[in-house]
């Protein structure tokens, strides 16, 4: 792999803390979820409970990342595409970015709509 620029390092950089937080936050998120079965005490309740808000600490700040790594996309955007594969990697990271975004409002305004139907029943 030939060497990277300044701004092209910054993108991977980017790129990588994305995911991985991501990755981090999810995995955090199962695993609470996955020990509420096994809760027999309330430090148990409150271990499980702390792992589940450092989740989705992580999953806010990763949206919050991700924003910042679109807007480095498209500052540095003439450096990064000099080389082949990352510019596929800027196209593939604004494309998930993107349907993210769309899956997010579809979720809800589907979820939003079921809970006023729920709290408010017709008739």
């Excluded at 020990?35 to 309740?45: A, K, L, P, Q």
């Excluded at 082949?84 to 998930?96: D, E, K, P, Q, V």
């Excluded at 993107?98 to 729920?118: I, M, P, R, T, Y």
Aim: glycine share 12%; no cysteine; aromatic share 10%.
């Amino acid at each position: 792999m030939p060497m990277l620029n300044k701004s092209q390092k910054g993108f991977v950089k980017r790129v990588a803390t994305v995911f991985v937080l991501t990755l981090v936050g999810i995995v955090l998120g199962a695993l609470a979820k996955s020990g509420i079965g096994g809760m027999e005490t309330n430090s148990d309740m409150n271990g499980f409970s702390l792992l589940n808000k450092i989740g989705l600490f992580l999953l806010v700040a990763t949206s919050w990342i991700a924003i910042d790594t679109l807007r480095y996309g498209r500052r540095y955007e003439a450096e990064i595409r000099e080389h082949s594969g990352l510019s596929r990697l800027l196209t593939a990271y604004r494309i998930l970015f993107w349907l993210q975004v769309v899956l997010v409002l579809l979720a809800g305004l589907f979820f939003g709509g079921l809970a006023v139907l729920f709290t408010h029943p017709v008739g």
